[in-house]
C-alpha cells in the first residue's frame, strides 16, 4: 500500500515538536543564549533556513520551549496535587516530588529561565515565565488552604510566605545542581529539604508520616 505524505500542518506540528526537543536537549549541556538556529537545524536534520518555515524567530523557539514547560511541568504537579482534599501535606510532598523529578528529566529548563530573568528588561519570554509561576503559586496555595481546613499546618502560618518557601527550597536545590553541573544531585538533598519544609509548616510533626 502506498504511503501517503503528511499533510503540511501535520509536518509543521512535527518539525516543531523536534525542534523544541532538540533546544531543551542542548540546553542541558550549554547556555541557551549560544545555541544557534544552525545548531538546531543540524539536531533535527533540516537547514538552517527549513527552521524559519517552522518558527518565525529564535525568541519563536524558546517560546514554544517555554509552553510545552508550562503545560508539562503543570499538568504533572495538577497530577501530583490530586487527592489534597483528604491529604494535603501528603499532597504538598508529592507536588515537590514531581519537580524535582521534573527538574532531573530536563536540567535545560532552569538553564533557559535563570538566564532569561537575569535580561534586563522585559520580554516574551520572561512574560511567560511569570505565567507559569503564577499558576504554580495558585496550586500550591490551593493545597496549602486544604491544609488550613485539615488543621495539619502550625496556627498562624502564613500562607503567601509558605508558598515562596516552598518555591524557594526547589529554586535553591535547582541552583546548586546547576553549580555542581549535576542535576542528580538534587536527588541527594530533596529529601532533607522537604523534610525542613515539612517541620516549618506542620502542626504536629511527629505524627505525619507521609514524607521522609
Same mark, same amino acid.
Given at each position: 500500500?502506498? #504511503?501517503?505524505?503528511? $499533510?503540511?500542518?501535520?509536518?509543521?506540528?512535527?518539525?516543531?515538536?523536534?525542534?523544541?526537543?532538540? =533546544?531543551? %536537549?542542548?540546553?542541558?549541556?550549554?547556555?541557551?543564549?549560544?545555541?544557534?538556529?544552525?545548531? %538546531? =537545524?543540524?539536531?533535527? +536534520?533540516?537547514?538552517?533556513?527549513?527552521?524559519?518555515?517552522?518558527?518565525?524567530?529564535?525568541?519563536?523557539?524558546?517560546?514554544?520551549?517555554? *509552553?510545552? #514547560?508550562?503545560?508539562?511541568?503543570?499538568?504533572?504537579?495538577?497530577?501530583?496535587?490530586?487527592?489534597?482534599?483528604?491529604?494535603?501535606?501528603?499532597?504538598?510532598?508529592?507536588?515537590? %516530588?514531581?519537580?524535582?523529578?521534573?527538574?532531573?528529566?530536563?536540567?535545560?529548563?532552569?538553564?533557559?529561565?535563570?538566564?532569561?530573568?537575569?535580561? /534586563?528588561? *522585559?520580554?516574551?519570554?520572561?512574560?511567560?515565565?511569570?505565567?507559569?509561576?503564577?499558576?504554580?503559586?495558585?496550586?500550591?496555595?490551593?493545597?496549602?488552604?486544604? =491544609?488550613?481546613?485539615?488543621?495539619?499546618?502550625? /496556627?498562624?502560618? *502564613?500562607?503567601?510566605?509558605?508558598?515562596?518557601?516552598?518555591?524557594?527550597?526547589?529554586? +535553591?536545590?535547582?541552583?546548586?545542581?546547576?553549580?555542581?553541573? *549535576?542535576?542528580?544531585?538534587?536527588? #541527594?538533598?530533596?529529601?532533607?529539604?522537604?523534610?525542613?519544609?515539612?517541620?516549618?509548616?506542620?502542626?504536629? /510533626?511527629?505524627?505525619?508520616?507521609?514524607? $521522609?
Amino acid at each position: 500500500m502506498e #504511503v501517503q505524505d503528511k $499533510p503540511p500542518k501535520q509536518r509543521t506540528e512535527v518539525r516543531q515538536a523536534a525542534l523544541v526537543e532538540a =533546544a531543551l %536537549l542542548m540546553a542541558a549541556q550549554r547556555s541557551p543564549a549560544d545555541i544557534t538556529t544552525a545548531d %538546531l =537545524a543540524h539536531a533535527v +536534520g533540516i537547514s538552517q533556513g527549513a527552521v524559519f518555515k517552522h518558527f518565525a524567530s529564535k525568541e519563536a523557539i524558546w517560546l514554544a520551549v517555554l *509552553d510545552w #514547560v508550562s503545560e508539562t511541568l503543570m499538568a504533572r504537579l495538577q497530577t501530583a496535587a490530586e487527592g489534597a482534599e483528604h491529604a494535603a501535606l501528603p499532597a504538598l510532598h508529592a507536588v515537590f %516530588l514531581a519537580h524535582v523529578d521534573f527538574v532531573m528529566s530536563y536540567p535545560g529548563v532552569p538553564r533557559l529561565i535563570f538566564q532569561e530573568l537575569q535580561s /534586563p528588561g *522585559d520580554t516574551a519570554l520572561k512574560s511567560r515565565v511569570r505565567a507559569l509561576m503564577q499558576r504554580y503559586r495558585q496550586l500550591l496555595l490551593a493545597v496549602l488552604q486544604q =491544609a488550613k481546613i485539615q488543621q495539619v499546618l502550625r /496556627p498562624g502560618v *502564613d500562607l503567601q510566605a509558605a508558598t515562596v518557601f516552598f518555591l524557594g527550597s526547589v529554586q +535553591g536545590l535547582v541552583m546548586q545542581a546547576l553549580l555542581a553541573d *549535576d542535576a542528580q544531585t538534587i536527588a #541527594v538533598h530533596a529529601p532533607g529539604v522537604f523534610a525542613i519544609l515539612q517541620h516549618g509548616l506542620q502542626c504536629q /510533626p511527629t505524627e505525619f508520616q507521609g514524607a $521522609p
